[in-house]
Every structure is written in structure tokens, then in C-alpha cells.
């Protein structure tokens, strides 16, 4: 299915990693221009679209700090839409999980998507003619009760989810919808590498995830707003 994005001028946080990716490529495959901060410098110097004409790579941004926030979005041309992809990963038990492991999370996940929204949508607003919005949260986030293990992880994710409901509600008014997708362990060389006994043909491959971001963030998205949308595949 293809997706407006012709002429399109489109943020993707987390771009130069597995799901990012594939985001990009999809929305270069129907003509956005894709801005992407970068920070890995290992996920970058792997990226396979770091020459494509249509691809801004900024390098160096640190999507945790206000102002280099703030900068970023302050530099874009016009934005029809950003997807925020950045964010990190932690399993322990919640008894071995130290403050400095919650305090990590929490910037990966709640920091850098709060900054990103919270620009996106004063970007957007500033043009006056609306936009879309998508996070990554994960099921854990939404299935707390599931997520055994997975504490700091979960409430992290969960508070993304959150974030965009609540956002959403502010800018419905002015045509800017809010979304996010909320992956289960998606399937990625790393994670069966992590998971080799595990169901990999049950898991959602990133290319099927890029696929629902690509709709929510698109014109082609003419009424969901305010959802958190759960991309299991059969996991």
C-alpha cells in the first residue's frame, strides 16, 4: 500500500536502527524527505541509507537534552510529521534494578519522547497545517501485568503511552493527531540471536511495524487519533 508522503518533510528519531530503518526506507519509497538525528555512531556507520539524496542525517543530537532538542526541531524546513523511535531497553528483577537503571530508562524512553512531542507539536502548530505525531512505546507498557521482569522497561514505555494520549487530546483542534504503536519483541537479528529457541515466525517483523507508523503518520490517517496501537504480530 502506498502512503502521501510525496514532497513531505518527515523526523525519525531512532532512524539508523533496526525499526527506524525500515521507517525511513518505507517513507522514502513514497517521497518524504527524512530527517534523521543521529547518535550511534556503530547503528550509523551501519545505516544503509546514510547517502540517499532524500535522507539528512544530523549528527551528535542528544534527544535527552532540552536545548539540543529544541535546536534540532528549530532548524527543520517544514514539517509534515515526526516519528519518535529512540528509546532503550533493560530486563532485571525489580529488586536488582538501582535508581541509576530507573533514571536511565526514564531519559531513553520518557525524556526523549516527551522533548520530541512536546517540539513537534510547536513546530507543527507554528505552521498551522496540522501534522502527525507517532511514539514507540511496547507492550509491555500497555500490559503492565505481563511484563514481570520488565519493570523499569514497562513504566517507562507505559508513561510514552500516556504522553501521547494526553498530547493528542490538546491538538486534536488544530488537524495534528497524536499516536503511538506499541510493538511486542519484534523480529531482529539481535533479538533472536538473545531469543534462539524462541517463536520467531510468531514475532512482528520491523518492516510490518514501518508499515502501521507510516499509516498513522500520514494524511492518508484521516481520523486515528489518541491510539496506542498494539503490533503483536502473533507473539
Request: overall charge negative.
Amino acid at each position: 500500500m502506498g502512503y502521501d508522503f510525496e514532497g513531505r518533510h518527515v523526523v525519525v528519531t531512532g532512524g539508523t536502527g533496526a525499526l527506524g530503518t525500515d521507517v525511513v526506507r518505507l517513507l522514502l519509497e513514497n517521497g518524504a524527505t527524512c530527517h534523521v538525528p543521529a547518535i550511534d555512531e556503530n547503528e550509523l556507520k551501519a545505516f544503509p541509507l546514510s547517502d540517499h539524496d532524500r535522507v539528512n542525517i544530523t549528527e551528535g543530537v542528544d534527544l535527552t537534552d532540552d536545548d539540543a532538542v529544541k535546536g534540532y526541531f528549530a532548524g527543520l524546513p517544514g514539517l509534515w510529521a515526526s516519528i519518535h523511535g529512540a528509546g532503550g531497553f533493560g530486563m532485571s528483577d525489580i529488586t536488582e534494578t538501582s535508581l541509576a537503571d530507573l533514571q536511565r530508562l526514564i531519559s531513553l524512553n520518557i525524556v526523549t519522547s516527551y522533548l520530541c512531542t512536546r517540539e513537534a507539536i510547536r513546530t507543527l502548530r507554528g505552521a498551522g497545517q496540522g501534522g502527525r505525531v507517532v511514539n514507540v512505546s511496547a507492550q509491555p507498557g500497555i500490559e503492565p501485568r505481563n511484563a514481570g521482569g520488565l519493570t523499569a522497561y514497562s513504566a517507562t514505555k507505559g508513561a510514552v503511552a500516556s504522553l501521547t494520549q494526553s498530547a493528542a487530546d490538546e491538538v486534536s483542534s488544530e488537524n495534528i493527531w497524536v499516536n503511538a504503536v506499541a510493538p511486542s519483541i519484534m523480529d531482529t537479528p539481535a533479538n533472536r540471536e538473545a531469543m534462539p529457541d524462541a517463536p520467531h515466525s510468531d514475532w512482528p517483523s520491523t518492516a510490518d511495524v514501518a508499515a502501521t507508523i507510516a499509516f498513522l503518520a500520514s494524511p492518508d490517517n484521516r481520523v486515528t487519533r489518541a491510539a496506542v496501537v498494539p503490533v503483536y504480530g502473533r507473539s
